[in-house]
């Protein structure tokens, strides 16, 4: 039923690009484990071995802080229609912000939305698919559009300021790396 492999196979790349939503899982040494819902046109493959995604503004920032303590991030999918299958990529994760070198060149993969806030890169090392034999039909009905309309009304200065109320420490109190991103922008 399920497969392990070292990279995400051709198949697997159409599989994913079809996919509404996708799920991050991350996890500090200690504290808690997230697992995180995103959606909109925010994942791209550009290799057999290489995901980007790019994180929006949102309510936390858990996934950043994570990936500054170990790296380690798991993406998953799930078919709810179609052909069953459940598809999981595990590998190393960076994260890029806007005042990183490399910014430049991984922002043009996405459309401009206002509230970019990291681009994350994956390096895979397991892809492993299983049967999703489970995983019950949801018709998609289309995408909400709320946070890209937020993030608009909110202009960049509010953007910062929000990013320096809410997204600056992780739930379990650690640094995730927009302190150092706010005072090289000046915020």
Same mark, same amino acid.
């Given at each position: 039923?399920?497969?392990?492999?070292?990279?995400?196979?051709?198949?697997?790349?159409?599989?994913?690009?079809?996919?509404?939503?996708?799920?991050?899982?991350?996890?500090?040494?200690?504290?808690?484990?997230?697992?995180?819902?995103?959606?909109?046109?925010?994942?791209?493959?550009?290799?057999?071995?290489?995901?980007?995604?790019?994180?929006?503004?949102?309510?936390?920032? =858990?996934t950043a802080?994570?990936? @500054?303590?170990?790296? /380690?991030?798991?993406?998953? &999918?799930?078919?709810?229609?179609?052909?069953? %299958?459940?598809?999981?990529?595990?590998?190393?994760?960076?994260?890029?912000?806007?005042?990183?070198?490399?910014?430049?060149?991984?922002?043009e993969h996405?459309?401009?939305?206002?509230?970019?806030?990291?681009?994350?890169?994956?390096?895979?090392?397991?892809?492993?698919?299983?049967?999703?034999?489970?995983?019950?039909?949801?018709?998609?009905?289309?995408?909400?559009?709320?946070? =890209?309309?937020?993030?608009?009304? @909110?202009?960049?200065? /509010?953007i910062r300021?929000? &990013?320096?109320?809410?997204?600056?420490?992780? %739930?379990?109190?650690?640094?995730?790396?927009?302190?150092?991103?706010?005072?090289?922008?000046?915020?």
């Amino acid at each position: 039923m399920g497969t392990r492999i070292q990279e995400i196979t051709p198949a697997f790349q159409e599989f994913i690009q079809d996919q509404k939503m996708f799920f991050v899982g991350t996890a500090a040494k200690d504290g808690r484990i997230n697992v995180s819902p995103k959606g909109m046109d925010s994942l791209r493959v550009v290799s057999p071995n290489k995901i980007l995604w790019l994180n929006l503004t949102g309510s936390g920032n =858990e996934t950043a802080t994570h990936v @500054q303590d170990n790296g /380690r991030m798991t993406i998953m &999918w799930c078919a709810f229609e179609g052909k069953p %299958l459940i598809l999981r990529v595990y590998g190393k994760a960076k994260s890029y912000h806007e005042t990183d070198p490399e910014w430049g060149q991984l922002i043009e993969h996405f459309p401009n939305w206002s509230g970019k806030r990291q681009v994350f890169e994956l390096e895979v090392d397991l892809v492993q698919s299983s049967c999703g034999f489970a995983v019950p039909f949801f018709d998609y009905s289309g995408e909400r559009d709320i946070l =890209e309309k937020w993030a608009d009304k @909110q202009g960049e200065d /509010r953007i910062r300021n929000y &990013w320096k109320e809410k997204n600056t420490v992780s %739930l379990d109190g650690k640094d995730t790396g927009m302190d150092k991103v706010l005072q090289e922008k000046g915020a």
